[in-house]
């Protein structure tokens, strides 16, 4: 049975429990993110991609995560100033979550299973792995980490359209 992604109960960064059925019928960008981390300055692109698709349908989720040599250290107001003050991020930032291992996130265990990674892994690899997911909840793609937020909009453009 599918999960319904919009169900799933997040922690917003300001330590509100929420679900994802706000932005049901939007097109979602999940991504885990870090701010010590040599692809931080992928928040710039994350947040240009936020500003030019918000009205047209696009909701990019930062999910903190500090699995990855420790490379999200601080608690959730530092994470949320440091990405204001340095990247200007307005899109919703949530509490710092595990997206492997015994605790992983429900919703990074529902993105797993529905977009496998290389070869079928299962594992997010690395901070700003990315999740794309159409209006309707499916599970579009998995971006690497590498692939930089401006390389995948064509392919939110395709999912806006529908």
């Keep these: 049975m599918k999960t319904d992604l919009f169900a799933i109960e997040c922690q917003t960064i300001k330590g509100e429990n929420v679900t994802l059925d706000e932005h049901r019928g939007k097109a979602l960008l999940v991504v885990n993110t870090a701010s010590k981390c040599g ?3 992928q928040y710039k692109g994350l947040e240009s991609l936020h500003k030019k698709y918000q009205d047209k349908g696009l909701v990019v989720l930062g999910f903190p995560c500090n699995q990855f040599r420790e490379q999200e250290p601080e608690g959730e107001g530092e994470i949320a100033s440091f990405c204001e003050r340095n990247f200007g991020v307005s899109f919703p930032l949530f509490a710092k979550v595990d997206v492997n291992g015994e605790n992983t996130h429900p919703l990074f265990s529902a993105l797993k299973t529905a977009a496998p990674g290389l070869l079928g892994s299962r594992g997010v690899k690395w901070n700003f792995t990315k999740f794309l997911i159409a209006p309707d909840g499916k599970t579009v793609k998995r971006f690497a980490p590498i692939t ?9 453009e395709k999912l806006l359209k529908g």
């Excluded at 930089?148 to 939110?156: L, S, T």
Aim: net charge negative; hydrophobic share 35%; aromatic share 8%.
């Design 39 to 41: 692809f931080t300055p």
């Design 148 to 156: 930089r937020p401006d390389k995948i909009e064509a392919e939110i």
